[in-house]
């Protein structure tokens, strides 16, 4: 039941937290990946915030967005999605291997994160 929200056109930006700003209040597809195992496509989607806390690093949540993850098959018919659990996984380190879609755990609200593992 999730509705995207894509910007209509890019706004000016004075400062920086106009600019984060802005990119919170809009969803953005962050990536697009093709899985030539499963042969299909997996659409990376940068989920906006509808409550921006107070006090919170916007550069932390920037880098570590919440994530939606859109399944299509090669005509990009809907098979699936997957919603990123929050402090979790990093939506920018991901990639296919014959096993599936490896998705990095390098996230710093994670508290098993470690810069040793990948």
Known sequence: NYRLKF???EGSHSNMTKYFMFHYKHDRIQKILYDSYRECYYIVVRRRAENIEENIDLRVRF???SCLIIITDTNFNHLGDVYLPDNTYSCNMMFTTPK???ISEDHVNNETFSEDYM
């Open 7 to 9: 910007p209509k056109k």
């Open 100 to 102: 599936g879609l490896y």
């Open 63 to 65: 880098a570590y967005p």
